[in-house]
């Protein structure tokens, strides 16, 4: 598909499916509306969300394992186990996470779990989309890193923290992971760090890195239909653009759910 409607997708995927949680779910229910338009059917979407939570949870618990294993003692006041001990097994499971990933990539093999099966994407996507997953969890994490106040952790100790919290965070289920990500953010922090600043710091991280795109995103589909509708804000907007059409009629409900029920 064009790079444009990816781009529409995957923006309004993320910010519902981060924000509301689920985002198999919630994000892959817009991403449907998006590109069932352009020809993928429910099946192609699901994998397309599929492949996305993956991509993240793997690539977070490999960022996550790498980062503990180099900083050990950033879960030390949580963890029960010595900084050691938490090097040794953070090292093995990075290593054995990254080997099993690239060995079903290299030789094409499926990994059945019960009745699922996961196929490894080519090594060159599984790269790419590795990179991109850390750069992605280190620019979230710095967003945080620059709110938090003097005494927090180094920023290398602290995406040990953040990742950690983010993993937490999705395992739970809440939406956003509200509450389960900062509950280890504020035990992981140091003695005389003060909590009401950290407590400030995430309350803006969560209003930046959340509140604001699913802003954003309602205001795309509630303008669009606003829009599609015609009427007074299409004199005051103009006409939805030819090649965007079919984007936003799937990003808005065309048929009323009760029409049916008539």
């Not at 950690?164 to 739970?172: C, F, H, R, T, Y």
């Not at 309602?218 to 509708?229: H, M, P, Y």
């Not at 030819?242 to 065309?254: D, H, T, Y």
């Amino acid at each position: 598909m064009p790079l444009r409607i990816v781009a529409v997708g995957g923006f309004l995927g993320y910010s519902f499916g981060n924000t509301i949680g689920i985002s198999v779910v919630s994000g892959g229910a817009v991403r449907y509306r998006i590109y069932s338009a352009f020809g993928l059917n429910a099946f192609e979407v699901a994998s397309v969300s599929a492949f996305v939570a993956l991509a993240f949870g793997f690539g977070i618990t490999v960022i996550g394992l790498g980062a503990l294993a180099i900083h050990p003692y950033a879960l030390e006041g949580i963890v029960p186990f010595a900084p050691a001990t938490i090097r040794v097994w953070a090292g093995l499971g990075a290593v054995a996470l990254v080997a099993l990933l690239g060995w079903l990539s290299l030789t094409g093999a499926t990994l059945r779990i019960r009745k699922a099966e996961i196929s490894a994407p080519s090594p060159g996507i599984l790269v790419g989309q590795l990179v991109f997953t850390l750069i992605d969890t280190a620019m979230a994490a710095l967003t945080l890193h620059v709110l938090l106040p003097q005494g927090a952790p180094d920023f290398l100790t602290f995406l040990a923290i953040f990742s950690a919290a983010a993993m937490a965070g999705v395992l739970s289920h809440v939406a956003g992971g509200v509450g389960v990500f900062e509950s280890v953010v504020i035990a992981a922090m140091p003695a005389g760090v003060p909590l009401e600043q950290v407590a400030a710091a995430l309350l803006l991280y969560r209003i930046i890195y959340y509140l604001v795109p699913f802003a954003l995103a309602l205001g795309v589909v509630a303008l669009n239909e606003g829009r599609l509708a015609g009427g007074l804000a299409a004199r005051l907007l103009g006409e939805v653009p030819e090649p965007l059409k079919p984007i936003m009629k799937s990003a808005v409900c065309r048929q009323r759910p009760w029409a049916n029920l008539r």
